[in-house]
């Protein structure tokens, strides 16, 4: 949509730190297989661009939200599995089986209905089972788990291609939950037909090999967010956003700056205005609190987050630098996605997932 | 892109409710014009629906961010008028003449490069000039003012179609910067040539007729949030949001629910989850604090908001009510866009322009 140069900020997308980042997922689990997750447009970063890019660097399992997605990664990948995280709707198994869809099956309900389809088509289609081992959010919970484990006729019919299970704490080490997961998806695996079994997602899979499994599913770490609170980034960095300066005022009385007045302006300074604002995904919560870097500089944003722009204070920077028409680093080398999420208070998911459509995209590395 | 039926949630956007708020808000200034401002694609509404329904109840006057934006608008409008409030980057000036965009001169510099456009055109182009009064944003400083005022010439060889400024605190009817900025703004237009002026947006509209000008340029309001913090919110709503219910499991012992653990069950309840996530424009900030409706009753967001996913208590709902399939109102006629605002730590505005790619967006009312 943006015409060349008219935008007025840039997010460069890194193809090559995709890829390297997941073949260090893929040595970092050695004895899983590493699948992709690709849900959310590739956490907002292009599931038409990511996804061959993870396919060339050996991918060949992906998971997705739901079956719209899933049938967008189809089409731009022939030959691998699919699976929709969260289940197929009752009523459009034919739809999954048309485009090869993996259901995860989240309850008793859902296996029914599975099950029933393939057995009417005499197909047995293959499924994903969650069992719920601490989210309470999707999966089997733990009586819905007895009740399959006293009746395992319920699987038949189909094929139990995946069990999977999904940690709640993963990216804190030392939270205790995350050994009681643990514990209750190996039980629970040792009460149920033998499949491939899937356990750590980015977190997880810096857990420990305990936690690996037969299959690891990053998202995460794949974009380059940190997979573990308490240890340096091992990921390389996938996004940059850089936005432009628009126009530089001196302040030399003292004023307020922008929407609410939230920010007085003391001694002589100098304010750029940049294009790049909430409606592009900046969280207005960086109001008063994030930051650009400008030539190595750290400019602070003054005052509130604007729907088109940000107001950053540039007074340490050198007037030849700081001028309309430069770039300024928004995310970048200097100001990590995961450093600019805390700023905005926040996780760096939900920065990267919520980057606009307003940004001019470039796509860099081979792929 | 989604495919019908297969969405986790559905976003209803109301034309007629937005045809309606602008002929409101005419009615609100009716010694102005107003002009529609359709930025952000229409806050996130879609401005290929939105701008001719705004044209059919009259509006003949549009406001953007930015050239992109403009562009697409004259291709939807070919006969409005569209101001392009960051102005024209230097160098482009010829494609704001191809696509009969008028740039918003933010600075001196801009009105130079404008004149000096025109004047080697030998075409007097119009231009929108805007003045800071308050905001330390965009538009001429008070220096610059004061320069553009002993040296009128400046504007001269382009057509100054329109001069404007924008209140920094207007949804606050009480707050003092009100009435500074507006005597700024009358001080400056009586220094400076004739032309149409340009002061208030939703929330200045409504207080009161000093504010009002020749042209409002009203955005929010359109979209149905209040525009005054004071009093009840006149706007017809424009925007509802249903999330569909993906699984519903009883909790009969305490745990935890969500990423972090952050939320615990203590007695006996029932957690549903719906299929709408901060992906998809519903912000983190609402996990453990905002709520959706099912059947008029509330149901509290328990848990963090993940990705794809939030979980409610719908213990208080009818078990008949609360089941897969089901739709829960997570912005409707119970929780208006306001109050999940408020429920979310922000603005109306962040929401509407976050509100993501993932739904399925139905459209209703004639327009």
Known sequence: MPHDDLSGAILTIGLDAISANYKLLCKQAPGATTAGVVKANAYGLGVDKVAPVLFDAGCRVFF???ADEGIQLRELLPDVEINILNGAPAGHEALFREYRLIPVLNNLEAVGLWRAFCIAQNQPLPAALHLDTGMARLGLPPDELDRLAEDPDQLKGFELRTILSHLACASDAEHPLNQEQLAAFKNALSRLPSATASFAASSGIFLGPQYHFDLVRPGAALYGLCPLTSVPNPMAQVVRL??????VRDVDTPQTVGYGATHRVAGPSRIATVAAGYADGFLRSLGNS?????GGVRTPIVGRVSMDLITL??????PKQARTGELVDLIGPDNPLDQVAIDADTIGYELLTSLG?????TYVGAG
Chains 1, 2 share one sequence.
């Not at 850089?242 to 126009?247: A, D, E, F, P, V």
């Open 64 to 66: 997705v939200a739901s």
């Open 242 to 247: 850089q936005g432009k300066i628009l126009q």
């Open 290 to 294: 994030g930051c650009g870097y400008l």
């Open 313 to 318: 204070d540039v007074t340490d920077v050198s």
């Open 357 to 361: 459509a307003r940004y001019r995209r």
